[in-house]
């Protein structure tokens, strides 16, 4: 039983010294969500505390990232998190896609689905009280419906976007 222990404690120990990269990606601030739709600060403040770790490139590591295996678990998070939505480069994503991400996101938002509660459970600040939730999810839909409307975008578009995405 003590070897066993003491294997699982140097085993602990050795991959402390596997550290992820916290080095986020550089971006043009010019694309950044916020920034391209002139996000009135209240609201700009809620997308930053309740989206922008896992969704953006101006993620703020916590002291949890520096202890293995859960900084891997957080990375490999991250980096879903930016692939599946990245307020950061928003800006260049075509119209199509831009209308589907709002919309997606509004729903997410109405369904309670974010931000994850594995978040929430460290990130108080992060929870998004009733009117917070109206507040992101009406901003969104307006947003989406904006972007459908500039780009004659049909709801069909829309959607044709979000099965080829799933492909």
């Known amino acids: 039983m ?22 986020n990606p550089t971006f043009d601030e010019n694309q950044d969500f916020l920034k391209i739709n002139n996000t009135p600060p209240e609201i700009a403040a809620i997308v930053k505390a309740s989206c922008y770790d896992c969704h953006s ?30 307020f950061s480069i928003f800006g260049t994503y075509e119209a199509k896609r831009q209308a589907h991400k709002l919309d997606e996101s509004a729903e997410l938002i109405e369904k309670g689905a974010m931000p994850l509660e594995s978040y929430l459970i460290i990130h108080k600040d992060a929870s998004l009280t009733e009117s917070q939730k109206t507040v992101l999810t009406d901003y969104f839909k307006g947003l989406q419906n904006q972007v459908k409307m500039t780009n004659n975008l049909t709801k069909n578009e829309t959607e044709e976007h979000e099965s080829e995405e799933r492909d």
Not at 6 to 21: E, M, T
Not at 59 to 83: C, M, N
């Open 2 to 23: 003590k070897k066993i222990l003491l294997a699982i404690v140097i085993v602990l120990v050795v991959i402390q010294f596997f550290q992820i990269d916290k080095t």
């Open 57 to 86: 490139n101006q993620t703020v590591y916590p002291w949890y990232s520096y202890v293995q295996p859960a900084g891997w678990f957080l990375k490999d998070h991250i980096d879903e998190g930016r692939e599946e939505l990245n």
